[in-house]
């Protein structure tokens, strides 16, 4: 091994300790042990629907007017700073689905540290369901930066999944790693768990993690939420740079002035949730296909059960499935455990005992 090589693996290996303990800081500062303290203003809504959105970013950006078009919610509006001074819940009704809309106040540089109320808004933000980051098209690309890293900050991670390492406290215990770590490597892991005091553990890795990402899972309160990036005042800007942006992953854009592109937006939302619909049925009754269960994807019968009564699920005797893509037999009804995972669009009737 060359000397640059050992001097680049030396760097690493205390660049990943610094880490650790800037992460341990942060997380003691923005989670403190006490929970006293009022409650910021209006940022103790409660979650109500199928599913939470938040809707983040700088003021004047049109939150305020989408969050009115898009849930018919009078919320204060005006062309200028900070007129959103607390949050503002709106629903968006899609096909029988609920959708809570929670426009935070206009985030300032710094909000994780507290400027602005800030920390109230990131806050709210670990909440939800699904992020909307709402840029202006006009203005530059480092508006986008700045929130994303707001966000980061606190632990929220966009557009990311959780990365695969199971950690389990332990008396006795080993590291183990099923592929080989070229971002990091097994002594930078094994000083970072020395350095939150962890001696005995079990840890299993299961993919090429950074150093950054084995310090999340470590912390255990980061919070991984899809985001759309929503550019409005697209009537503002040229069909060249609409098109750009429009091809940009994970991004919509739209003007909510002009209401341009707000169908697609709540299309997009929708699909970002990971929802399925799943419609019930009487015996000897059509399926109500204007009020359906809303679940996440995997959910099972027993969870139908528990989102209509949770006294179904203790006397359940057995279930029909018809029509989703979950039925084998479809068109005719398949017979079901609590156990069988339902598809988007299944048409689920409960017998009881």
């Known amino acids: 091994m060359g000397i640059v090589e050992k001097k680049n693996k030396a760097t690493e290996y205390h660049l990943g300790l610094l880490k650790a303990k800037l992460a341990r800081y942060r997380a003691q500062l923005l989670e403190p042990a006490s929970k006293s303290g009022p409650a ?19 003021p004047s950006v049109g939150k305020s007017t989408l969050l009115s078009k898009a849930t018919n919610t009078a919320s204060e509006t005006a062309a200028y700073e900070f007129t959103t001074l607390t949050a503002i819940p709106g629903v968006i009704e899609y096909q029988g689905a609920r959708i809570q809309l929670l426009d935070l ?7 994780s540290q507290g400027r602005g109320r800030g920390r109230q808004v990131v ?9 909307l980051v709402m840029l202006d098209a006009t ?19 966009l557009n990311k999944r959780r990365p695969d390492v199971v950690f ?21 892991i ?7 005091k962890l001696h005995n553990c079990d840890v299993m890795i299961r993919e090429d993690i950074t150093t950054d990402e084995f310090i999340d899972v470590l912390i255990g309160t980061r919070k991984y939420i899809p985001c759309l990036y929503v550019y409005n005042k697209i009537d503002a800007i040229s069909l060249e740079q609409v098109d750009k942006l429009a091809r940009t992953d994970h991004t919509v854009v739209i003007s909510c002035e002009l209401d341009l592109n707000l169908d697609y937006l709540i299309d997009r939302i ?44 203790a006397n359940f005797r057995y279930g029909l499935v018809w029509s989703g893509r979950s039925s084998k037999f479809s068109p005719h009804a398949q017979k079901v455990s609590l156990n069988h995972q339902v598809q ?7 017998f009881t005992k």
């Open 270 to 313: 929708w699909e970002s949730l990971g929802l399925v619909k799943v419609y019930t049925k009487k015996r000897g009754v059509r399926p109500d296909l204007s009020d359906p269960v809303c679940l996440r994807k995997g959910a099972t019968v027993e969870d139908v059960c528990i989102g209509i009564h949770r006294s179904l699920a």
């Open 168 to 188: 389990k406290r332990k008396t006795t215990g080993g590291l183990n790693t099923t592929v080989k770590l070229t971002k990091t490597d097994e002594k930078t």
């Open 123 to 131: 806050a709210t933000a670990k909440t939800a369901d699904v992020i």
């Open 344 to 350: 988007d669009e299944d048409v689920v009737s409960i």
């Open 40 to 58: 910021g203003v209006g940022f103790d809504v409660q979650k109500s629907g199928d599913a939470r959105v938040a809707l983040i970013g700088f």
């Open 105 to 111: 106040p206009g985030i300032v540089e710094g909000a």
């Open 190 to 196: 094994r000083t970072i768990l020395a350095s939150y």
């Open 139 to 157: 203005k530059s690309e480092e508006q986008r930066t700045l929130l994303e890293h707001e966000l980061d900050a606190v632990g929220i991670r």
